[in-house]
């Protein structure tokens, strides 16, 4: 009661009052937005491009493909190494086991 | 919170997510459909921009179909994906600020012209007075338009509690949730931003 009063009274308070209550009624009166009609199907094809590596940045795609293609190489250079090995390792074998039972 | 004190809407939250965590994808564009106006109108609310609240909003359903293996589905899905939105629009906003700071001779970083050396670094810029808004438009537009200008220019933190508490209806306990603050924190950066709002209608009422 005393508040309204003082209100009522003090040009200060009541134009303050005034305003607050024109803020909090313009803010409630924004109109609501809404999302764009494409909004849902945006997002799924997004994610779907996302899934297939086809949202990766061009940069990361390209490091990625350059890791796999070296691990390849890698690979196949370590089985190339060992298949030689293999190869060369039973061949010397007989021939020095051949050169022992020649001297022997 | 355990999953049976969750709303209606909180329980068949976490049955789509529970789906979408089984590989579900429909379950999770059921999620889109049902919070994009949400987060696409949280978003535009606080950058002011349709292409880039379209951006933010889209980012941040990626953002929680990345991230939902980390939920905790007791919790309210809602408060999850807005607290992601309106980070996103905070950090967005705050982007935004630095490229676009004026610097001392009045210049934007980019070379533009927007001011002079004194309104440099100024943390609050209210609209003009009423005498530079048309006079065929009511008071209570002027008003809401003044209100509007007013709220752009508000610090990120107070703008994303009035749009959330205004426009989308949040009690400041899940203001609180969705910005990681103390209900109290919520209440008092909304106390202040209405303070701030009503100083800029100085000029008109």
Redesign the interface.
């Known amino acids: 009661m005393l508040l309204r009063r003082h209100v009522q009274e003090c040009d200060e308070c009541g ?2 009052l ?3 209550s ?9 109109e ?5 009609d494409e ?2 199907g ?3 094809s ?2 779907s491009a ?1 899934a297939s590596g086809a949202g990766e940045p061009a940069g990361e795609r390209r490091m990625r493909h350059g890791l796999v293609w070296l691990a390849a190489a890698g690979l196949g250079l370590a089985m190339a190494v060992a298949l030689a090995a293999v190869r060369r390792g039973p061949g010397r074998e007989a021939h020095d086991k051949l050169a022992g039972a020649g001297t022997a | 919170m355990p999953s049976s004190r969750l709303s209606r809407d909180g329980r068949e939250d976490a049955r789509l997510v529970r789906e979408c965590r089984e590989g579900d ?1 429909r379950a ?2 059921a999620l ?2 049902r919070y ?2 949400q ?3 949280v978003a ?2 606080m950058v002011s921009d ?1 292409e880039e ?2 951006d933010i ?2 980012e941040t ?2 953002k929680a ?1 990345q991230g939902l293996h980390s939920f905790d589905a007791r919790l309210p899905f809602r408060a999850w994906l807005l607290k992601i939105g309106t980070n996103s629009s905070i950090d967005h906003l705050r982007r935004r600020n630095r490229s676009r700071e004026v610097r001392s001779d009045g210049y934007l970083s980019s070379g533009e012209w927007v001011a002079g050396p004194s309104n440099a670094g100024a943390p609050f810029d209210p609209p003009g007075p009423a005498s530079e808004i048309p006079e065929n438009v009511s008071v ?1 537009n002027e ?2 338009e ?3 200008g007013a ?1 752009d220019g508000l610090p990120e933190k107070y703008k994303a509690v ?1 749009v959330l508490y ?2 989308e209806g949040l009690s400041y306990s899940e203001i609180g949730r969705v910005m990681g603050i103390p209900r109290n924190t919520a209440k008092t950066w909304g106390l202040r931003a ?1 303070s701030l ?2 100083e800029a ?2 000029g008109v ?1």
């Open positions: 134009g303050y005034k305003r607050m024109a803020v909090v009624e313009a803010l409630a009166g924004l609501g937005v809404e999302a764009p909004f849902a945006a997002v799924m997004r994610l996302l | 994808d999770f564009e889109v459909r994009q106006d987060v696409f109108g535009y609310r349709r609240a379209m909003a889209q359903f990626i179909y209570a008003t809401a003044v209100v509007r709220l009035m205004h426009m209405r709002l009503c209608l100085e009422m």
